[in-house]
């Protein structure tokens, strides 16, 4: 007995297709690619801006009650952080102004959708309770003026 006696009456089972490849979504990666760009830039501006800030007090010299007194939140690592802390702090309030905006105006319109569509239901309810003696008079109307059905014979 062979292989070809086995599948005399019954055909070789066909080979499933193989599975398609997963999809690779770009999306995600165009959004960490943004996110990581504007953090890159936020720390590179606030680099910038320290040492701009800090090298305009160069050569000033501030005395107080005989205590000297450096001019700067912006000098050191303190002030990078200072700065860097208010860039993040303004980046999540622009996310969150970016996500929240849209998702109130959506539910406001779906509030507006909702009252109109209860509006327009009530008045269609109002509508057909007041109309509801003509609905009957058409009905009797229709009755009376359709054309008979012809008997047929069943086969």
């Known amino acids: 007995m062979n292989d070809e006696d086995i599948y005399a009456f ?5 080979a499933p297709p193989p599975p398609a490849p997963p999809r690779l979504r770009l999306w995600p990666w165009v959004l960490g ?3 990581l760009l504007t953090v890159l830039l936020l720390a590179g501006g606030t680099a910038a801006l320290v040492s701009v800030l800090s090298s305009a007090h160069d050569g000033v010299h501030v005395t107080i009650d ?7 939140l912006l000098d050191g690592a303190s002030g990078l952080l200072a700065l860097t802390g208010v860039g993040f702090g303004l980046m999540v309030a622009l996310l969150c102004v970016l996500l929240v905006v849209p998702l109130t105006l959506l539910l406001v319109a779906l509030g507006l959708g909702l009252g109109l569509g209860g509006v327009v239901l009530a008045l269609g309810l109002v509508a057909a309770v007041v109309l509801s003696p003509l609905w009957l008079l058409l009905l009797i109307l229709w009755l009376a003026l359709r054309p008979k059905r012809r008997a047929t014979m069943a086969a």
């Open 10 to 14: 019954n055909p070789v089972p066909a």
């Open 33 to 35: 690619g943004l996110l």
């Open 66 to 72: 005989g205590e000297d007194w450096t001019p700067g």
